[in-house]
């Protein structure tokens, strides 16, 4: 059973069509990797399934209900709880230390100030940053802070993360390592992870990868890959039945 | 210093599959197969004529192609050749199966991608295949990475950003398809 799903979801910006009946599901504990071209709509997609962009038409659903529906306060409560979020740039408060960052989710989830910055120092410890939590996070390098943000992601020990390109402000040898711990992470925590990213390298650490393209998704390598290993007969015979159906 | 990157850069175009390719257009001499070959695939390097006829005995032998009767005119040969049923299946075999993951193979794909064109076929699909080839096999070895010694990790590096330069070329060649058939139909 999936965890999230996206059920032929459009979505425009003005004249400008992003998702033009868009459909994934995403099973529990999946890590999922959604690749595209740039304005390919993989991004939309992204915002569309965390539920920071309502969709024009179509459905959403997570963990058995409808997201799409709920209003506003409801999906702001829901990506507060349920939800973490690692994008390109952090977004983290670069005034606040590492340990306000991280412990801050907590804090708006009214988890108690002293269990908050406990939880906070065990994430900081786990992802290597044990001895920057009074730092500001303005003050560290791209890594590191990019690093506080997996943190903040893991900490309310969310059902699933969104990451939007995670690594793409970082080297290769950086990106790499916060690939490695964001993903091991996540596995220890059973969470499911969706990943937009257009590098290939980045999506190789996923279970499964789709391609979006002109607003669809186009592409599953699970399917693609069986099919490449298919005798060329059962790929035709498959493609007729689609066909068939269609 | 051309003709040594075009020649190590189409040293795995297998000439036999691909002149196969070039008569499912149409049944054609060899003078005109050579012809399109040095024009497509060559690059600098010509296909001797000898080869040429060589490749097209042994085809004929295994029933890949039939040779027409001699036709009059100058040269050496001027036996129209057509692909069979079996040839037939062997090219579309050879189009549809993705090519073994493995970096510095732009020239095999290159040479898919133009006949798929060249004979209407769903070059798409076959990129698509490919992606999900070269995909697999990047995960493999981002999976070895995490498990393996450090020397194993900077060869599977080695591998990875190889894999990651031809995704770019499939993405790449992909987003080019509509002009590419444009430009080997028009040729």
């Given at each position: 059973m999936s965890l999230i799903e996206a059920r032929n979801v459009h979505k425009s910006f003005g004249q400008t069509p992003a998702l033009r009946g868009a459909s994934i599901a995403v099973g529990q504990g999946e890590i999922l990797a959604i690749m595209g071209p740039s304005g390919s709509g993989k991004s939309t997609l992204l915002h569309c399934l965390a539920g920071i962009f309502a969709p024009d038409a179509g459905e959403v659903w997570f963990d058995g209900g409808r997201l799409d529906t709920l209003d506003e306060a409801a999906r702001t409560k829901l990506r507060r709880t349920a939800f973490g979020f690692v994008f390109q740039f952090g977004q983290l408060v670069p005034e606040l230390t590492a340990a306000d960052n991280v412990a801050l989710p907590l804090l708006l989830n009214r988890v108690r100030r002293r269990a908050a910055y406990k939880t906070a120092q065990t994430w900081l410890d786990k992802?290597?940053?044990?001895?920057?939590?009074?730092?500001?996070?303005?003050?560290?390098?791209?890594?590191?802070?990019?690093?506080?943000?997996?943190?903040?992601?893991?900490?309310?020990?969310?059902?699933?993360?969104?990451?939007?390109?995670?690594?793409?402000?970082?080297?290769?040898?950086?990106g790499e390592k916060v690939m490695d711990l964001l993903v091991a992470l996540a596995r220890e925590q059973g969470a499911t992870v969706v990943i937009v990213t257009h590098d290939a390298r980045v999506a190789a650490y996923a279970d499964r990868m789709v391609m979006v393209r002109d607003g669809l998704v186009s592409f599953d390598l699970g399917t693609a890959q069986a099919q490449a290993t298919a005798p060329r007969h059962a790929v035709a015979d498959s493609a007729s039945a689609a066909k068939a159906a269609n | 210093m051309r003709d040594v990157y075009t020649e190590s850069i189409f040293a795995g175009v297998s000439v036999p599959l691909t002149l196969l390719g070039l008569l499912e257009r149409e049944p054609s001499h060899g003078y005109d197969l050579k012809r399109d070959y040095d024009a497509f695939f060559g690059r600098g390097k010509q296909l001797p004529f000898g080869q040429v006829y060589a490749t097209l005995g042994r085809l004929a032998r295994d029933g890949k192609v039939v040779a027409g009767e001699a036709e009059p005119g100058d040269g050496p040969d001027r036996k129209r050749y057509a692909i069979t049923d079996t040839g037939r299946t062997e090219v579309d075999g050879w189009l549809a199966d993705p090519v073994e993951p493995e970096p510095h193979l732009q020239t095999l794909l290159f040479a898919k991608v133009t006949l798929a064109l060249m004979l209407g076929k769903p070059a798409d699909e076959y990129l698509d295949r490919q992606r999900a080839a070269h995909l697999s096999r990047m995960q493999e070895l981002t999976q070895l990475k995490r498990t393996g010694p450090l020397v194993d990790v900077l060869l599977a590096d080695h591998a990875l950003f190889h894999l990651e330069a031809d995704l770019r070329w499939i993405d790449l060649a992909s987003a080019r398809l509509t002009e590419l058939a444009e430009a080997v139909r028009k040729s």
């Open positions: 992802l290597g940053l044990g001895d920057k939590g009074g730092r500001r996070t303005g003050e560290l390098s791209g890594g590191e802070a990019q690093r506080v943000a997996v943190a903040r992601a893991l900490a309310l020990a969310p059902k699933l993360i969104f990451a939007d390109e995670p690594t793409g402000s970082l080297d290769s040898l950086t | -």
